[in-house]
């Protein structure tokens, strides 16, 4: 196939520079955070508390995070390679041994700088038990409490009256009390619901973005580019000024870019020609990221959505943090992560992406270290495939473990998969 | 006339390993037969609340995969390479008929293969009765008893809608004592390979304990002393070998031969957590005279349920517990056996083996799956191991 033509490679839009300041800040707050007397709460990203930490005026890590940028730094090999070395099996999630190889290696972040101890271990395990094993490995070193959040399990994609009450007891008596002693604070409930306002905010701006992508073309890559957009609302920055900001600027981008019929900006600029739209589902790889996205874009295809995107939050079901109900809304959000649903509900989601997004097909990215994304992905792409009538690829790679990304094995599925949805289209469509 | 030796044991043991192999479950079915329109209800490990089912005039099944005999042709399509081996045989077992006696499923918290199993089956089996059982990782009981007790009514709710009886709180607490009478049972049934592991060894308990997964209590307690007072007739052996705990196999079972190898091995496996569900409460269910027997099953759970993986550790010292059963036990040391691929397992290991380590309680570990046929590496470990811990455990 011939490679469509980019334009402007390189080139980087205002909110990206912004997204970068804003990182690159957090991690000098961070460096400075036991000078200046900040306490720092290490969590995760889905069912993250990011308002509730801030409003403590606590700092958060997250630690798949960190695993992920030392994927993308080409640092994990080695820190997977130290974590085995120290009895761990090399069945078990990368995103932990990469942790644990990073903390036995002196626990320098992605800025170069050491990270600080947590003060605090937040548990709050949405969709996945591996979390709950990681901090009890992470509490074996560092000593330090753990708040433990149980989030209940959506298994028929609905949150019941006894799971919301089941999470706001725990954040009231367990969670918040932890956070004050912590912290030597008492909750103030204002400055939560000050930022859970401006969550709503910037959750409002992100969903008009991936949104946009229903459009011809694209203006935005719903998966690669999409796991850039996510990262500030993801991360430590939910419920922040500069939040707000940055989703502002990345509208006004996007929608600038749709106005002038662009498609989205891949490593080496502007997609010029989009050939192929497809759903995504499942995390990237990070070691070879761009590798992998350019196995896309020279064939012209654009993630229009992907539900790796989603695993921080479902905002396109309607879900918005309400500053009326701080803590009812804290346990919707929690329990309404993507992989905390159960895998009727996944599939519904993955149809209406496949046929609000005007898709031609959708890829699954089974990765080896996510049980709670790949256990059942078989069953999805063929259920996909039968409610929708568009095919579906199937690649396996891994988070951060470079052993597992084979290149020419996934670029040859993919072209293969990309050939099947030429020949369906000649066919059409059911 | 040559002598003729009766194993006093063998009969019992002969019926407990049919049960064990009865794969399409006939005696569920005698069972449904004999109790026309009672429902059968089969679920994942580790851990269900087995009394609840009994009191709804239910049989609760305990499925534990399809173990080493069973082929997987479409099972393994439904799954990626790098994901345990239980999840396969099971699907096996629903689609080809093996599990038809049931008349639903319960997939309990355990890990995220189980728990998507449940969702796969809700996909594959839309007209079965399935459910989901988030059991509480917060131990309060106004929060996380609140919410076990919750699920636990939404279950006999749903089981109600399908021809179970109504929870009735006189027929809980029966099945309550049925259930700690069982569970009193299988102690004295442990206490005798704690005690003289020659009189039974742990592949022998092992059936005997896993024949009750599709037995009413009161029968599979019968079972049990049958067991016990057999095994208190067996002439006395003196047999030299390494007393061992064996920890990882909660979920997904070993295969007997690998039990016995590491028996031929020099090990004698004093504890272990084979099929952990059935022994998950330390102890009997008490249930107070005004309280709910709900909220006695939700608060025996939360206050004395056992250290495994899948528990969360709260403000407990991870591998104490551990640590006091080898030295309960009177053990020299642990085997780590653990299915491949098993995440709580395999990340809890790391954990276990410090704090044995602090103890200077010696370990060794290795992986299987349940359909492994070749244990000889195993053997060779295991009995390298044995060997080690009795010519310089004493040493330490």
Known sequence: ?430 | MPETHVDPCGAVLERARALVEDRSLAHVRAWKTANPGALAIGYLPIYVPRPLFEALGCLPVALFGGGDELEIVRGDSYFQSYICHIPRSTLELGLSGHLDPLDGMVFPSICDVIRNLGGMWRMLFPDRYVAYLDIPQNFDMATGGRFFAHAMREIAEALGARGAKRLDAAALRRAIGGENARRASLERLDAIRRAEPWRLRASEAYLIARAGAGLPAATHRALVDEAVEAASRRPARLIDNARVVLRGSFCEQPPLDLIRSLEKAGCDIVDDDFQLGLRTIDGEIAVGEDEDPLDALARTYLQRGVATASRYIANDVKGAALVSRVRECGADGVVFAAASFCDPALLDQPMLEAALDRASIPHTSFKFAENNAQFQTIREQAGAFSDSVKLWGAER
């Open chain 1, 1 to 430: 196939m011939s490679t469509p033509a980019a334009a402007a490679a390189g080139a980087k839009d205002e909110s990206q520079i912004r997204q970068k300041r804003m990182i690159g800040e957090h991690f000098e707050r961070l460096a400075r955070a036991r000078h200046d007397g900040r306490k720092v709460v290490y969590t995760f990203v889905p069912g993250n508390l990011t308002e509730l930490i801030a409003s403590f005026g606590m700092l958060s890590v997250l630690p798949e995070i960190n695993a992920l940028q030392s994927g993308m730094r080409g640092r994990s090999a080695a820190y997977i390679a130290e974590a085995e070395k120290s009895g761990h099996s090399e069945d078990v999630c990368t995103y932990v041994k990469c942790d644990i190889g990073m903390l036995r290696s002196g626990n320098i972040g992605p800025t170069g700088t050491k990270l600080p101890e947590p003060d605090l271990l937040l548990l709050s395990y949405t969709g996945c038990f591996t979390f709950m094993k990681w901090f009890e490995l992470l509490r074996e070193q560092y000593r330090c409490p753990v708040a433990m959040l149980h989030v209940p399990y959506q298994p028929d994609g609905v949150i019941t009256p006894s799971m919301r009450a089941y999470v706001v007891d725990q954040l009231k008596n367990e969670v918040i009390p932890a956070m004050e002693r912590v912290s030597g604070r008492r909750l103030d409930l204002d400055e939560l619901t000050a930022q859970l306002a401006r969550s709503a905010a910037a959750e409002d701006d992100l969903v008009a973005v991936w949104e946009s992508a229903r459009h011809r073309p694209s203006p935005i890559d719903g998966y690669f580019g999409g796991v850039y957009y996510v990262g500030p609302i993801f991360s430590a920055f939910r419920g922040s000024e500069e939040a707000v900001a940055y989703y502002r600027e990345l509208r006004r981008e996007v929608d600038a870019r749709m106005a002038a019929g662009k498609g989205p900006a891949t490593p080496d600029g502007t997609l010029a020609e989009e050939r192929y739209r497809l759903v995504v589902e499942g995390p990237p790889n990070w070691t070879s990221f761009n590798d992998f996205w350019r196995m896309f874009t020279r064939e012209g295809a654009v993630a229009v959505a992907s539900t790796y995107t989603r695993v921080g939050g479902l905002y396109d079901t309607g879900f918005r943090h309400d500053a009326s109900h701080p803590f009812e809304t804290l346990a919707d959000y929690c329990l309404g992560c993507y992989t905390n649903l159960g895998l009727p509900a996944r599939v519904a989601l993955l149809e209406r992406y496949i046929r609000e997004y005007h898709a031609d097909g959708f890829i699954i990215n089974s990765v080896k270290s996510c049980n709670s994304f790949s256990a059942g992905q078989l069953l999805m792409l063929r259920e996909l495939e039968r409610r929708t009538g568009r095919p579906g690829g199937f690649i396996e790679s891994d988070l951060v473990d470079p052993r597992y990304f084979g290149k020419a094995n996934i670029e040859n599925r993919i072209q293969s998969y990309l050939q099947m949805v030429d020949a369906r289209r000649h066919g059409g469509y059911a």
